[in-house]
């Protein structure tokens, strides 16, 4: 693969003079996935600039000393190689790093910071239940958790839902109220089983702050459900007396 030179290398070095070499990165990074764009809507150059998106905004809060380039790496190549929901998450997260080690390499990613961003990368998903082990990384996970929140989240959960082939909800027992919750039969169970836990996950104010409000409209969006649900139950037939 022929390494990237998108920037002059004097452009470059007037970034780096200015603390300002991450633009570099994204720049080379977003130039990457566009020549090798995913195969998952869920992963793909929409999420990883969100969540890069969201990874800034939270540094921007956070003291001096993050360094965003470290940052830009991991939110470009968190989900280097996504893999379906359901398959072996541990045995996909060491394909990404793999995969993520090896293209951070040819892209001339600095070999100083490769270690902290593949860490970091090793760390962020949810449901791997790891602590991070540097203020990048604790921000990755925070943005990242963002983008499963909120109205993308919405959209996100009932795309993935539609690729596991969930039901939309139990037609018995909507809200679980009688029933474990299992969110790989029912979407809807998805949102108290993991979205509205995803506040108290975060590991910075500002990523709280910022989960806090996307909840809004989860729980907008739940209260309509409810109504129209019980609508529909209202109406539905009922069994003939015998």
């Known amino acids: 693969m022929q390494r990237n030179s998108l920037m002059p290398i004097s452009a470059r070095q007037k970034l780096e003079t200015r603390g300002e070499e991450y633009l570099y990165w994204v720049q080379a990074f977003t130039q990457h996935h566009k020549r090798n764009p995913g195969s998952d809507p869920g992963h793909d150059l929409a999420h990883v600039t969100r969540v890069w998106s969201n990874c800034f905004e939270i540094a921007r809060e956070e003291e001096d000393g993050v360094d965003l ?8 190549f968190h989900d280097f190689c996504a ?16 995969a993520a080690s090896a293209t951070l390499s040819d892209l001339a990613f600095p070999q100083s910071k490769l270690k902290i961003a593949l860490d970091g990368i090793q ?22 958790r963002l983008d499963a929140i909120g109205g993308i989240g919405i959209a996100r959960l ?16 909507p809200f679980a109220e009688q029933r474990p919750l299992d969110g790989r039969a029912f979407a809807l169970d998805h949102f108290r089983e993991k979205l509205f836990r995803v506040p108290d996950r975060m590991n910075t104010p ?3 702050r910022l989960a806090l409000q996307r909840l809004k409209p989860l729980k907008v ?22």
């Open 123 to 144: 760390t962020h998903r949810f449901s791997s239940g790891l602590a991070p082990n540097s203020r990048e990384a604790a921000i990755l996970q925070d943005a990242d």
């Open 158 to 173: 009932f795309y993935v839902a539609g690729q596991m082939g969930s039901q939309i909800y139990s037609t018995d027992d």
């Open 83 to 98: 893999l379906p929901k359901g398959v072996d998450r541990e045995g996909g997260a060491a394909i990404t790093v793999a």
């Open 221 to 242: 969006f739940l209260d309509s459900l409810a109504v129209e649900i019980t609508c529909s139950s209202a109406l539905a037939p009922r069994p003939i007396p015998s």
């Open 206 to 208: 500002c990523g709280k």
């Open 69 to 76: 380039s470290i940052l830009a790496a991991m939110a470009f």
